[in-house]
């Protein structure tokens, strides 16, 4: 487990989650054999101790994944640049865990779904299902269990509260 050193400015777990759940993008890191880092902004759906995501179905990002299911994720929920005090009033939660392609079309038909309700809220059942089938074949998905979660804000949101 990684400590943080200033305890006073961590998120709760109810509080990571609550950053994770509002959140659209992240920035997923990733680490193959070659030990070379890669980092890529992306979009993702969080429910349940998991983070799905969808992607093509080749790319580095894969081969990466192949390699090393070890990956991290972090989400930026709030950052405001403060000028005068030469800071940034930030809050943000990082994620460790493993990462895998979901393979079963049951999973993958409750990620796919999860993510597009949380993306298209508005639109009915059968619109994102017809969506969700034309693109079928060449949808990849991928579902991060999640290990560890840690959260930090700045300590200048910690006095406010």
């Given at each position: 487990?990684?400590?943080?050193?200033?305890?006073?400015?961590?998120?709760?777990?109810?509080?990571?989650?609550?950053?994770?759940?509002?959140?659209?993008?992240g920035?997923?890191?990733?680490?193959?054999?070659?030990?070379?880092?890669?980092?890529?902004?992306i979009?993702?759906?969080?429910?349940?101790q998991?983070?799905?995501?969808?992607?093509?179905?080749?790319?580095?990002k894969?081969?990466?994944?192949?390699?090393?299911?070890?990956?991290?994720?972090?989400?930026?929920?709030?950052?405001?640049?403060?000028?005068?005090?030469?800071?940034?009033?930030?809050?943000?939660?990082?994620?460790?865990?493993?990462?895998?392609?979901?393979?079963?079309?049951?999973?993958?038909?409750?990620?796919?779904?999860?993510?597009?309700?949380?993306?298209?809220?508005?639109?009915?059942?059968?619109?994102?299902?017809?969506?969700?089938?034309?693109?079928?074949?060449?949808?990849?998905?991928?579902?991060?269990?999640?290990?560890?979660?840690?959260?930090?804000?700045?300590?200048?949101?910690?006095?406010?509260?």
């Amino acid at each position: 487990m990684i400590e943080m050193r200033r305890k006073k400015q961590s998120l709760s777990k109810e509080e990571c989650i609550d950053v994770l759940e509002k959140g659209t993008s992240g920035v997923l890191a990733l680490c193959g054999n070659q030990m070379e880092p890669y980092a890529l902004p992306i979009s993702y759906v969080y429910e349940n101790q998991k983070i799905y995501f969808h992607c093509a179905k080749k790319g580095y990002k894969l081969d990466l994944i192949q390699e090393n299911s070890h990956v991290s994720f972090c989400v930026i929920d709030q950052d405001v640049v403060v000028p005068e005090k030469y800071t940034t009033y930030f809050k943000s939660v990082i994620v460790f865990g493993n990462i895998r392609m979901l393979e079963d079309d049951k999973e993958k038909q409750h990620a796919i779904e999860t993510l597009a309700i949380k993306y298209s809220p508005d639109e009915s059942i059968q619109s994102r299902q017809e969506e969700i089938e034309k693109y079928w074949k060449t949808l990849c998905l991928l579902e991060l269990d999640i290990k560890e979660m840690t959260g930090k804000q700045a300590i200048e949101l910690v006095d406010k509260e």
